[in-house]
């Protein structure tokens, strides 16, 4: 079994928080209470600036993951965050430091951080078109393609199953 740090699951929990159900994106940050409430189980505070910051630091991390935005788009995110260390009767450890309605949002930039260093390119979209979620590929080959097998990667199988029986079947053309 694979540790994931707390950091690591809040991460994918907001990258993962504009689903595609049928033809519709839903989004749990998309009201303010639903968004408030979220924050809340994910160890924020729950205030609207802090949502605020949440939803803006999702669209940049969903942009760097995809590629469409570079990681300088992160950085507004760490302004006023440090890390203090602590040392206890056994070892250092390190106090994250941020004005509590930015802590959630500097947590997810910093997991992020965290994940491409120690597993650089393991996090992605989903191979899936149609599909909004993201995946840390944790196989040995580093090739997950899908945020789910059962799902997507199913559904692109049988896609692609699909096209090359129709190819294979199609009437050349008359010459």
Not at 84 to 107: E, N
Request: aromatic share 4%; hydrophobic share 40%.
């Amino acid at each position: 079994m694979v540790d994931v740090s707390p950091n690591e699951l809040l991460l994918l929990a907001l990258l993962n928080s504009t689903p595609r159900e049928g033809d519709e994106i839903v989004d749990a940050l998309g009201d303010d209470a639903g968004a408030a409430t979220w924050t809340l189980e994910h160890g924020g505070t729950g205030t609207l600036r802090e949502v605020g910051l949440v939803r803006e630091v999702r669209e940049a991390l969903q942009g760097v993951v995809r590629g469409d935005a570079g990681p300088q788009s992160l950085a507004p995110f760490l302004r006023d965050v440090s890390q203090v260390p602590t040392i206890t009767s056994v070892t250092l450890q390190w106090q994250l430091q941020a004005p509590d309605d930015s802590l959630l949002a500097a947590r997810a930039v910093i997991a992020w951080s965290e994940l491409e260093q120690t597993r650089p390119g393991r996090l992605r979209s989903c191979g899936n078109p149609d599909c909004r979620l993201f995946l840390v590929d944790r196989s040995h080959g580093n090739r997950a393609q899908w945020c789910s097998m059962a799902v997507c990667g199913n559904r692109m199988k049988a896609r692609r199953h699909y096209d090359r029986k129709r190819e294979a079947t199609a009437v050349p053309p008359a010459p």
